[in-house]
């Protein structure tokens, strides 16, 4: 049975005691203040659209907006404050048994099951729909949208970020921070145990079965499938893959994008996923000088492609050919996204990033002249290589034993060759 309640400056249903059972603190209504099996301090404000369920008890200076439908055994505590359809259509029902502690603010359209206990200072945005037994620790910030299934327990002081989703019977433990999404479908789908001070990010899902201990760190888009048990420290970069039944070892780091693949054990410490890659030559040959226009006409050689989640990071910048001290200058580019760097051999004095001493002269052709250099593109970019000036006639080319990679080259069948080489890597920064 519910009753209604209007309460105005002049009326009087009721006096609660000062802290209600939210606030472990209750002395029950006075009889001849008691209405229906309710008890609603006088200092309290409820909309004329609110009922009020037998049993029920709102503290002093709480606030019960339009449309709120308080269940039996409801205690509201003092100073805290329910929307109700402010901005939305209700009603909105409070469920049998609901504890919303003092100082708590349900925003507008929230509305829970039975037995669900909300503590003291707990702050929700609009929209909350959470489900029968669920418990939401003291100081915690729930955002907009946010659907929390039943027997879910959150711990104190925790952040649980806009349009994210607590399945039914989830542990987010005290500190822990799922991080807002911009809208519904980014939103972070949270269904095992999650350690104290773990953060989440936006748009990450994690399996029933799965548990985290205290302190990690997950990117967004991350998921963890069923199973997955994941240490203390642990950070797992954005987009990376935890299969089911992995073991992820305390401190280790999982680089964005990574997958660990089914019941794999990834040791204390360690980590998953190119670093840093493995240095690599990027060498092309250029056009015979003859019939090639002398001076700054750029001639594209190729791109090394950008890696998502890493950066190209030029090492080494050198040529091999017809540039030596006798002979015209030739200059190469490498360019992307972050990166713009020239280098240039030969007898003349044109400007670029790096001056290179002359090639050396062998017997047959000419040898390498390079330099070492630290570069990085932009994450994710690629960058184009080209030949932007070229003044040399000399009928030398590139003849070399080995690079110090193992690569050797003979360009004796193209006379007046320079040959670009670079060594480059991907990292992650």
């Known amino acids: 049975m519910t ?27 006075e009889d001849s203040y008691e209405v229906g099996g309710t008890c609603v301090s006088i200092s309290a404000t409820l909309d004329p659209s609110v009922t009020v369920g037998a049993g029920s008890q709102v503290g002093e200076f709480a606030a019960i907006g339009p449309d709120v439908d308080l269940g039996a055994s409801v205690t509201v505590g003092a100073r805290a404050e329910i929307l109700g359809a402010v901005g939305v259509t209700g009603p909105f029902a409070i469920g049998d048994n609901t504890v919303i502690g003092r100082n708590a603010v349900l925003g507008a359209g929230a509305a829970t099951g039975n037995d669900v206990t909300i503590g003291r200072n707990v702050e929700v945005g609009t929209g909350l729909d959470i489900g029968q037994g669920s418990f939401i620790g003291f100081d915690t910030d729930v955002g907009v949208e946010v659907t929390i299934g039943t027997s879910v327990a959150i711990g104190s002081i925790a952040e649980v970020g806009d349009y994210a989703s607590i399945g039914n019977g989830a542990v987010l433990a005290r500190g822990v921070k799922v991080l807002d999404a911009a809208s519904a479908p980014g939103g972070s789908s949270i269904d095992g145990i999650v350690g104290p001070f773990t953060e989440i990010g936006a748009g990450s899902s994690i399996a029933a079965t799965s548990r985290l201990r205290k302190d990690v760190t997950l990117g967004t888009n991350v998921t963890i499938e069923a199973g997955v048990r994941i240490a203390r420290d642990v950070v797992i970069g954005d987009g990376a893959t935890i299969s089911a039944n992995a073991i992820i070892g305390a401190g280790a780091e999982i680089i964005a994008g990574q997958t660990v693949d089914p019941g794999v054990r990834v040791g204390r410490g ?36 950008g890696m998502a989640g890493q950066a190209i990071e030029i090492m080494q910048v050198g040529m ?3 540039s030596d001290a006798q002979s015209g200058d030739n200059r190469f580019r490498a360019a992307g996204a972050g990166l713009d760097i020239s280098w240039v051999a030969g007898q003349q004095t044109t400007a670029a990033t790096y001056r290179l001493p002359p090639t050396t002269i062998n017997s047959p052709g000419h040898g390498m002249t390079s330099q070492t250099v630290s570069h990085q593109a932009d994450v994710g970019a690629d960058v184009t290589v080209s030949w932007d000036y070229h003044v040399d006639y000399d009928g030398q080319y590139c003849y070399l034993a080995d690079d110090g990679f193992g690569n050797s080259f003979n360009d004796s069948a193209t006379v007046s060759t320079v040959r670009v080489w670079i ?3 991907y990292v992650t920064l």
């Open 3 to 29: 009753t209604r309640l209007v309460l105005t400056m002049t009326g009087l249903f009721g006096l609660c005691s000062a802290a209600l059972a939210a606030d472990s603190n209750t002395n029950g209504c």
């Open 270 to 305: 360690e980590t998953v996923g190119p670093l840093n890659g493995p240095e690599t030559v990027y060498t092309q040959l250029g056009l015979s000088s003859f019939g090639v226009d002398t001076g700054a006409t750029t001639h594209t050689f190729g791109t090394i492609p």
């Open 320 to 322: 091999c050919g017809d």
């Open 423 to 425: 060594v480059y890597r």
